[in-house]
């Protein structure tokens, strides 16, 4: 299961708000800032399954414990694979839109 501070960091990598992150996962704002406190007694595991599910999909990969390397849990940012369009050699009368 993800930490708080996964979380906290994620949203900070991805330059979000609890806010954004409530509304793009389904848990409650309040809820979320609580998780991220280390005080969400109410939070099942439904909830940081959505949450990670969520930054997931934003971006973020979770590492477990010692996985790349010897340290504890972390994140990192996905590589994004860049759609530059056409280059001008390729550009032609067919594919002008």
């Known amino acids: 299961m993800i930490t708080p501070a996964q979380i906290r960091a994620a949203r ?3 330059d ?4 954004k992150l409530s509304q793009e996962s389904g848990v409650a704002a309040l809820l979320i800032l609580q998780i991220e406190s280390g005080h969400g007694y ?5 909830h940081y399954a959505a949450l990670k599910l969520t930054l997931e999909r934003m971006g973020v990969a979770f590492l477990d414990a010692g996985e790349g390397g010897n340290g504890g849990e972390g994140l990192r940012l996905v590589a994004r ?4 369009g056409l280059r001008p050699e ?4 067919a594919n002008d839109d």
Not at 42 to 46: L, M
Not at 81 to 84: E, G, Y
């Open 90 to 93: 390729e550009l032609t009368a």
């Open 12 to 14: 900070a990598m991805l």
């Open 81 to 84: 694979v860049s759609d530059d």
């Open 16 to 19: 979000i708000t609890i806010d």
């Open 42 to 46: 109410d939070a099942t595991p439904q």
